[in-house]
């Protein structure tokens, strides 16, 4: 099976990348039939992974879609219906997701699969301009609603909201490693060395996985929208949702909160900006101290998880550095990212040797 497709549109009809304006208008004002034309698209945020945009109408209604990167993407990444379906599932299991809206599959309308969600009113604390509105408690608010938000989504029953699919007989992490190594060697834009080799490792030292739960697969600040009160209002972002152990996204999370503070330190992060080095916002150490207490698990395997969620993020800021080489418009300054994978790739081995 060929392992790779396009997912292409051009803006000849209108002025933005990743839409066809006049074509996706006139799809839209005959689902909803309240909208009033014209309509306005403007991309939002800096995810590259998948590329969001806002439309508004004349009247002042807002709705977000969702659709894959433009170009060349691997055949099992960027599912926009299978995102549509684990959402869905979620409306009636927590209140941090967004309402879903609409699904079409129509390849004409826009050139890609692609679903409609409500816009949620709420910051994403990726750059400082940003964070520094937030005064200092609501930053450390933040936080603490990462970490409760994240033991909320993992309390979700799986077969009760219909997400039982995503259930497999085999282990999360073996079957994670596989296809993060698959990814490396479909997408990889140089020879890296020690990514190959941390994937033999990872494989060779797999922990015993006492325990399954909803899986975010991306979860950390960048992908979700915060009141100006600190607190989490939605968690955005579900591709690489699926069922495994718990640590995967405490993982996760403590290593995007790292890379957020990287920058001063680091040019070569995944962030552009050191947004939890500001005053208020916890230290990664006490991120994993809080979920600990609040979720009463054990973090001893930490070590493991944080080596592989390092690895896991080098090979994404691999492809996200890949698809900008093919098509520019896919990224925001993803020509920055490049030096971050070997560093990333350091970190990860760092973490599996020391088991920090």
């Known amino acids: 099976m060929n392992e790779e497709i396009e997912s292409s549109l051009s803006a000849e009809s209108g002025g933005t990348p990743g839409i066809d304006e006049k074509s996706l208008t006139d799809w839209l004002c005959q689902q909803f ?56 599932s979620l409306q009636d299991a927590t209140h941090k997701t967004p309402r879903i809206l609409g699904l079409c599959e129509d390849l004409s309308v826009t050139g890609a699969p692609f679903y409609l969600m409500e816009c949620v009113d709420g910051l994403t604390l990726n750059r400082l301009e940003v964070a520094r509105g937030l005064e200092t408690r609501a930053r450390a608010t933040t936080g603490r609603s990462l970490v409760t ?48 080799e941390l994937g033999q490792s990872l494989a060779a030292q797999i922990p015993q996985e006492l325990e399954t ?33 718990p640590l995967a996204d405490v993982s996760q999370m403590i290593v995007y909160w790292t890379e957020s503070g990287a920058p001063a330190r680091e040019p070569n992060s995944v962030f552009t900006e050191p947004v939890t080095e500001l005053e208020g916002f916890m230290t990664a150490n006490d991120l994993a101290s809080a979920y600990a207490k609040a979720s009463g698990r054990d973090l001893s395997e930490l070590g493991y998880w944080t080596a592989f969620a390092y690895w896991k993020t080098a090979i994404i800021v691999e492809g996200v550095y890949s698809r900008w080489l093919e098509n520019p418009t896919n990224g925001m300054g993803a020509e920055n990212v490049a030096g971050a994978v070997p560093r990333l790739a350091e970190l990860a081995h760092d973490a599996l040797r020391n088991g920090e």
């Open 33 to 88: 039939g309240d909208l009033v034309a014209p309509l306005d698209f403007t991309r939002v945020g800096e995810g590259q992974s998948a590329l969001s945009f806002r439309i508004e109408d004349q009247a002042g209604r807002r709705l977000v879609l969702r659709r894959p990167p433009i170009g060349r993407i691997l055949e099992s990444s960027h599912d926009m219906v299978r995102e549509h379906h684990i959402l869905s």
């Open 149 to 196: 938000s994240l033991v909320e989504l993992q309390a979700v029953d799986i077969d009760g909201c219909g997400l039982g699919d995503l259930r497999r007989s085999a282990s999360f992490i073996e079957r994670q490693v596989r296809r993060w190594t698959r990814q490396w060697n479909a997408q990889n834009s140089r020879e890296l060395a020690l990514i190959e």
């Open 213 to 245: 739960v909803l899986v975010h697969g991306d979860y950390g600040l960048h992908n979700v929208l915060v009141g100006s009160d600190g607190e989490v209002r939605a968690v955005l972002d579900w591709e690489l949702c699926s069922v495994g152990d």
